[in-house]
T-cell receptor
Framework: EAQVTQNPRYLITVTGKKLTVTCSQN?????MSWYRQDPGLGLRQIYY???????DKGDVPEGYKVSRKEKRNFPLILESPSPNQTSLYFC???????????FGPGTRLTVT | AQKVTQAQTEISVVEKEDVTLDCVYE???????LFWYKQPPSGELVFLIR??????QNEISGRYSWNFQKSTSSFNFTITASQVVDSAVYFC??????????????FGKGTKLTVNP
C-alpha cells in the first residue's frame, strides 16, 4: 500500500530535550516536505527536500533541522524544543511536478 | 506572493442542506494548481481534488462539486445534501511553479463545517 508514515503519532516532551520525528514514504517520491498546523493559521511549510541531500527552508524553519540521506526518509529534528513548537506536524511527499502531495497521518507534539 | 483566503471560519448546517465553502486565491503565476483537502476529527488530511489553472471546467464527484472561476480567482466547493460525516475542517490550497521549485502548498486557514443531525 502506498503511504507516508510518521512516528511517533503523539509525543509529550519537555523544553530543551532533543527529539526526532521520522517520516518515511514507499512511493519512490523525490519531493518530501514538513508542515506544521496551528489553530487559525492553517498549515505552513517548515522544510522541504527535492531529492537526496537536497533540502531547503520553507516558511517557518526556525528551531528545526532536517536531513535527507535516503530517498524514502525525511526526519524532522528539534534540537532544543520550546513550547511554541507545540503543534500538529505533517510530512508529505510527491513526484516532482506531479502536483498531488500525499500526507502522513500527523504527529501531535506537546512541549511543556 | 501567493495567498489563499477562506473567509468562512466556521459553518454550521443541518443535515441535507447544501453548503458552499469559499476559497479565493492570489497569484501572479499563469500556471498553478488548486486543491481541496478534508481534515476529519481524526486529524488526517484527505485529498479531495486538484485542478490546474488551464482547466476551468466545473467538476462533480457524487455530492461534491467544485466551481473554478479564474475571473474572480475563486475555487469554491459545494456539498449537496450534507451529511453528518461531512463534518470536518476543509482546506483550500494553492501550488505554483514560481516558488523556487519547492512544490510548496500554500494553505488557507480552513473552514470548520459542522453538520447537525
Amino acid at each position: 500500500e502506498a503511504q507516508v508514515t510518521q512516528n511517533p503519532r503523539y509525543l509529550i516532551t519537555v523544553t530543551g530535550k532533543k527529539l526526532t520525528v521520522t517520516c518515511s514514504q514507499n512511493m519512490n517520491h523525490e519531493y518530501m516536505s514538513w508542515y506544521r498546523q496551528d489553530p487559525g493559521l492553517g498549515l505552513r511549510q517548515i522544510y522541504y527536500s527535492m531529492n537526496v541531500e537536497v533540502t531547503d527552508k520553507g516558511d517557518v524553519p526556525e528551531g528545526y533541522k532536517v536531513s535527507r540521506k535516503e530517498k524514502r526518509n525525511f526526519p524532522l529534528i528539534l534540537e532544543s524544543p520550546s513550547p511554541n513548537q507545540t503543534s500538529l506536524y505533517f510530512c508529505a511527499s510527491s513526484l516532482l511536478g506531479a502536483g498531488e502531495q500525499y500526507f502522513g497521518p500527523g504527529t501531535r507534539l506537546t512541549v511543556t | 506572493a501567493q495567498k489563499v483566503t477562506q473567509a468562512q471560519t466556521e459553518i454550521s448546517v443541518v443535515e441535507k442542506e447544501d453548503v458552499t465553502l469559499d476559497c479565493v486565491y492570489e497569484t501572479r503565476d499563469t500556471t498553478y494548481y488548486l486543491f481541496w483537502y478534508k481534515q476529519p476529527p481524526s486529524g488526517e488530511l484527505v485529498f479531495l481534488i486538484r485542478r490546474n489553472s488551464f482547466d476551468e471546467q466545473n467538476e462533480i464527484s457524487g455530492r461534491y462539486s467544485w466551481n473554478f472561476q479564474k475571473s474572480t480567482s475563486s475555487f469554491n466547493f459545494t456539498i449537496t445534501a450534507s451529511q453528518v460525516v461531512d463534518s470536518a475542517v476543509y482546506f483550500c490550497a494553492l501550488q505554483t511553479a514560481s516558488q523556487g521549485g519547492s512544490e510548496k502548498l500554500v494553505f488557507g486557514k480552513g473552514t470548520k463545517l459542522t453538520v447537525n443531525p
